[in-house]
C-alpha cells in the first residue's frame, strides 16, 4: 500500500519561513492536499492539488510538489500558525494520509 | 454556509455495532463525493471510507474492509457508517468530511466529530 512520509516535528521562529515535507514514491505524479489541524479542532483544508489555496487561507500558505516530495510552505509564520500539519493523496482508489507534523511557533 | 453534523458515537462493547449519521446542509449534496475520517486518541488522521458523488463508488481501508459500510441517502442529504464487529482498535473521533468533487481526491469542510468507544 502506498505510504506518505512526514516528520514528526519542525520548529520555527516567529516572522520565519516553515517548510514541511511530504514524501512519498513518485508522489509528484499525484494531487497532494494539505491540512491544519489545531489542539480540540478539525482539520482544515490549506492547500489542495498541490498547491492551490481554498478561499480564506492566508497567502503565507504555499506548496509545492515535484519528484518524491511535496513541501508546504508557511512564509512568516505566526503564532497562531501552530498546529499539526498532515499531507494527503489519492492512490489506487485508496486515500492516503501522512502521519503528521508538528508545527511549533517559538 | 457547508455544515455537517455527526452523530451516532458512543460507548459500545468489543463485537457490537453502532452506526454513525453525517447531516449535510448548505451545498448540493448529492454532487459531492463523501468520506468518513478517524483520529484515535492522541493520533493522527486515518481515512476510513469514501463514497463517490456521480456513481455511488464506496472505497474501505483495509483495516475496516468487510466490517464497515458506508452509504448516502441524497434525498436527507445524509451520509452514514455502519460499523459492525468492532474492536478496541476502532476507539476514535470519527469526522464526515465532504470533498471538493464527485471524486473523493480531498476535503474542503469536515464535521466537529462523534467520539466512538469501544470498550468492555
Known amino acids: 500500500s502506498y505510504e506518505l512520509s512526514q516528520p514528526p516535528s519542525v520548529s520555527v521562529s516567529p516572522g520565519q519561513t516553515a517548510s514541511i515535507t511530504c514524501s512519498g514514491n513518485k508522489l509528484g505524479n499525484k494531487y497532494v492536499c494539505w491540512y491544519q489541524q489545531k489542539p480540540g479542532q478539525s482539520p482544515v483544508l490549506v492547500i489542495y492539488?498541490?498547491?492551490k489555496r481554498p478561499s480564506g487561507i492566508p497567502e503565507r500558505f504555499s506548496g509545492s510538489n515535484s519528484g518524491n516530495t511535496a513541501t508546504l510552505t508557511i512564509s512568516g509564520t505566526q503564532a497562531m500558525d501552530e498546529a499539526d500539519y498532515y499531507c494527503q493523496a489519492w492512490d489506487s482508489s485508496t486515500v492516503v494520509f501522512g502521519g503528521g507534523t508538528k508545527l511549533t511557533v517559538l | 454556509e457547508v455544515q455537517l453534523l455527526e452523530s451516532g458515537g458512543g460507548l459500545v462493547q468489543p463485537g457490537g455495532s453502532l452506526r454513525l449519521s453525517c447531516a449535510a446542509s448548505?451545498?448540493?449534496?448529492?454532487?459531492?463525493?463523501m468520506t468518513w475520517v478517524r483520529q484515535a486518541p492522541g493520533k493522527g488522521l486515518e481515512w476510513v471510507s469514501s463514497i463517490s458523488g456521480s456513481d455511488d463508488s464506496t472505497y474501505y481501508a483495509d483495516s475496516v474492509k468487510g466490517r464497515f459500510t458506508i452509504s448516502r441517502d441524497n434525498s436527507k442529504n445524509t451520509l452514514y457508517l455502519q460499523m459492525n464487529s468492532l474492536r478496541a482498535e476502532d476507539t476514535a473521533v470519527y469526522y464526515c468530511?465532504?470533498?471538493?468533487?464527485?471524486?473523493?481526491?480531498?476535503?474542503?469542510?469536515w464535521g466537529q466529530g462523534t467520539l466512538v468507544t469501544v470498550s468492555s
Open positions: 468530511a465532504k470533498s471538493g468533487s464527485p471524486r473523493p481526491y480531498s476535503f474542503d469542510y
Open positions: 448548505g451545498f448540493t449534496f448529492s454532487n459531492y463525493a
Open positions: 492539488q498541490d498547491n
